[in-house]
């Protein structure tokens, strides 16, 4: 399992520095801040990685579900709604988003959980919904003829295949983990797998560019 999430960070890191030396070739100014959201989620793992090893899995889980991810998920919102030109994308999303995480906020704050569920569903449908309509916004543009230089495409493709691949599995995450351990940890490197692949792709969005 260590092995795996050092080679995760590993493609992580590669994204990172691929965007970093293609910084000033990034055709849209918002792309760069794609970059730097790659750089807060790496130095995001490295605060989780040392949480873990002061023995702080509760604080670790608060710092994940109540700050890194929703920080990731605005984000993205914010820049698909730059790439498609509509605010609304931003807006109602993340109206909704806040809400659940309020909510979960509330109803969970007097309890010792192992993963907040709620909000990361519903922030990852957000997003799948986004992905889809930035797609379709797409398929219907002349932008269609050069989909392989826009960098969105390959982010959201990366973000396809692993949400909705790994949306399941998150969503039953607590149930899995107190039912039987040894399947949540075999699925677990699926999905360990799935983020390697999507990293892949962001790497991409930034190399394509510069090939062609």
Known sequence: MHILILILNGFEAL????GMLYFKRLQHA????FVYLLGFIFLSELAGKFLKLIDARNLNTIWYGFFVLPIQFLVFYWL???????KNIFIIPSLIYLC???????LLQHKTYFFSYLTYTIGIFLLLIIIVYYFYKLLRSNDILYFKQDSFFWIGLGQLIFYLSTLPFYFFSNYIYQMNIDYYYNYYYFVVALNCIMYVCYTIS???KKAN
Request: net charge positive; proline share 0%; hydrophobic share 50%.
């Open 15 to 18: 994204a990172l520095v691929t």
């Open 80 to 86: 698909y709604s730059k790439r498609t030109s509509n």
């Open 206 to 208: 930034f190399l394509w």
């Open 100 to 106: 659940s995480l309020l909510l979960d906020l509330l």
């Open 30 to 33: 918002y792309l760069k801040y």
